[in-house]
């Protein structure tokens, strides 16, 4: 890739095609992501600049998937870089000209990784908490009692009705919202264990919740097995609650997402710890 990606850099002023120039696009974007993830954040800047070069004056409106591609990879490479000014500027092009709030998702996402990664965890629950409002979810921002137990008992309430079998049997989570919002909470997880502790039962429950719904999913992982440590502990159903943080931790392996198995399997052996084991 990078071998081709540079021939077409070198002949960019060749390019004159629209369609020649979102494919050379592409090529600069695949480089940009192969980078990032060896952690190259300069290099990958520099394809992603080059990518926004073969892109037209119009390109929201013409080439708007490859534009809202390589402007996002954009914001999560200078997240990386910690590179506040960079990751706003692109983060404000993208939210300017986004068709759907889903697409505005991974912006709040690099925005949270970036508060966490300066230690200001209370703007990163805050910016979780916005993002979740734009997607109708309103979880309050200094849950008390009553709030932690309504949001348990609507999660108790559809879970009643599937039972822990048909837990087990969801189909895999389809839905572009509830994925946003699976997304959304395993990303401030950290944070808000840190930094707000009476909002994690709340999140826990509308994981539980969005996952009777709409399906099981990897990053509903952390989620999960925090319901059934809830199960397990205050409700005093420690075989139930086993049973569901035991189920949820398989499943990044089963939707071969590894990056969310480590938080489980660790919930997991808190859990064991208590010594409730069926």
């Not at 090529?27 to 990518?51: G, H, W």
């Not at 708007?64 to 590179?83: K, P």
């Not at 879970?159 to 087990?168: A, E, N, P, T, V």
């Not at 039962?201 to 319901?227: I, N, R, S, W, Y």
């Amino acid at each position: 890739v990078f071998v081709t990606v540079g021939h077409l850099n070198q002949a960019r002023s060749l390019i004159v095609e629209p369609g020649d120039r979102e494919v050379s696009c592409s090529y600069n974007l695949q480089a940009a992501v192969l980078a990032r993830r060896s952690m190259a954040t300069e290099t990958a800047f520099d394809y992603l600049k080059k990518a926004m070069t073969f892109l037209p004056e119009d390109r929201w409106e013409s080439r708007y998937e490859v534009s809202l591609d390589v402007y996002t990879e954009a914001v999560r490479t200078a997240q990386l870089n910690h590179d506040l000014e960079g990751m706003n500027t692109y983060a404000d092009e993208v939210l300017n000209n986004c068709r759907d709030v889903i697409d505005q998702m991974p912006i709040y996402e690099a925005r949270i990784e970036y508060n966490k990664s300066r230690s200001t965890l209370p703007e990163a629950v805050d910016t979780c908490l916005e993002a979740l409002a734009l997607l109708k979810v309103k979880p309050p921002r200094k849950p008390n009692n009553f709030h932690i137990i309504k949001a348990i008992i609507k999660a108790r309430f559809r879970l009643y009705w599937r039972g822990i079998d048909g837990l087990k049997k969801l189909p895999p989570m389809s839905d572009p919202k509830a994925i946003a919002i699976m997304r959304l909470i395993r990303t401030a997880g950290t944070a808000v264990y840190m930094s707000e502790p009476n909002l994690i039962p709340v999140l826990a429950a509308l994981t539980m919740e969005q996952t009777l719904k709409h399906g099981a999913c990897a990053d509903a992982t952390v989620g999960l097995c925090g319901f059934g440590f809830i199960t397990m502990g205050p409700l005093g159903k420690p075989v139930e609650g086993y049973q569901i943080a035991d189920w949820s931790r398989r499943l990044p392996a089963h939707f071969g997402d590894p990056a969310a198995e480590v938080p489980g399997q660790v919930m997991l052996y808190c859990l064991s710890l208590m010594e409730h084991m069926p």
